[in-house]
T-cell receptor
Framework: QQQVKQSPQSLIVQKGGISIINCAYE??????FPWYQQFPGKGPALLIA?????SEKKEGRFTISFNKSAKQFSLHIMDSQPGDSATYFC???????????FGQGTRLTINP | ETGVTQSPTHLIKTRGQQVTLRCSSQ?????VSWYQQALGQGPQFIFQ???????GRGNFPPRFSGLQFPNYSSELNVNALELDDSALYLC??????????????FGQGTRLTVV
C-alpha cells in the first residue's frame, strides 16, 4: 500500500511536443505529491508539487493533473525542450511523515 | 547559502568491508534524511535524523546506521557490505522535520560500488 507506480519507464518526445508521465498510488492517506527531476550525476531536484485538494497545478511549462478518485496523478511538460531530458520521479508522502515514497522513474529524452 | 554536499562522490569497497558516507546539510537545516537509489530505481528511504536523534527508519537492516552531529552534518555507516549495497546514496536536508518533505534539498549523492 506504500507503493507508487510510475509509467512509462522511458519516453522519447520530439522537441516542441508534450511529454506525459503517469503515476498511481494506493495509500489514500498520502496528501502531498511532488515531482522530482534528476540529471545524471546529480541528486533529485523538486520540480513541482500538488496537494489533493486541487485537480491541477501549473508552473510554466510543467503541469500536474491530479485525479483523487482514481488515485492517479500525472506530469505534463508542454513544448518539451532538449534541456528537459532527464529522469523524472513522482513521489508521495503524508505531511509530517519522515519519508517520501518514490516511483520507479521515467527516463525522458527530447529529440531536437 | 551553500547547498547539500556529500563526500566522497564515488567509492569502491570489497564485500564484507565497512563504509562511511558523509553529508553536510544546507545552512540553517536541522533535519537530514538518507536514501538508497539502486540503478534504474527510485530512491528508497533509509532513515532520518533530527537534532542528532534518529527520527524514523525505513526497511533497512541494522548494519545501516547513522549519526548526526551538533552542526547537523550527518554520516551513514554500512557494515558487512554486500554486493546489493551497490547504489547511489542520497542525503537530503530540510529546515525542520515538520516541513522536511516539502522543503527537502538533495545532495548529488555518493556512488558506492561493492565488488
Amino acid at each position: 500500500q506504500q507503493q507508487v507506480k510510475q509509467s512509462p519507464q522511458s519516453l522519447i518526445v520530439q522537441k516542441g511536443g508534450i511529454s506525459i508521465i503517469n503515476c498511481a498510488y494506493e495509500n489514500t492517506a498520502f496528501d502531498y505529491f511532488p515531482w522530482y527531476q534528476q540529471f545524471p550525476g546529480k541528486g533529485p531536484a523538486l520540480l513541482i508539487a500538488i496537494r489533493p485538494d486541487v485537480s491541477e497545478k501549473k508552473e510554466g511549462r510543467f503541469t500536474i493533473s491530479f485525479n483523487k478518485s482514481a488515485k492517479q496523478f500525472s506530469l505534463h511538460i508542454m513544448d518539451s525542450q532538449p534541456g528537459d531530458s532527464a529522469t523524472y520521479f513522482c513521489a508521495a508522502t503524508i505531511q509530517g511523515a519522515q519519508k517520501l515514497v518514490f516511483g520507479q522513474g521515467t527516463r525522458l529524452t527530447i529529440n531536437p | 547559502e551553500t547547498g547539500v554536499t556529500q563526500s566522497p562522490t564515488h567509492l569502491i569497497k570489497t564485500r564484507g568491508q565497512q563504509v562511511t558516507l558523509r553529508c553536510s546539510s544546507q545552512s540553517g537545516h536541522n533535519t537530514v534524511s538518507w536514501y538508497q537509489q539502486a540503478l534504474g530505481q527510485g530512491p528508497q528511504f533509509i532513515f532520518q535524523y533530527y537534532r542528532e536523534e534518529e527520527n524514523g527508519r525505513g526497511n533497512f537492516p541494522p548494519r545501516f546506521s547513522g549519526l548526526q552531529f551538533p552542526n547537523y552534518s550527518s554520516e551513514l555507516n554500512v557494515n558487512a557490505l554486500e554486493l546489493d549495497d551497490s547504489a547511489l546514496y542520497l542525503c537530503a536536508s530540510s529546515p525542520d522535520r515538520g516541513s522536511w518533505n516539502t522543503e527537502a534539498f538533495f545532495g548529488q549523492g555518493t556512488r558506492l560500488t561493492v565488488v
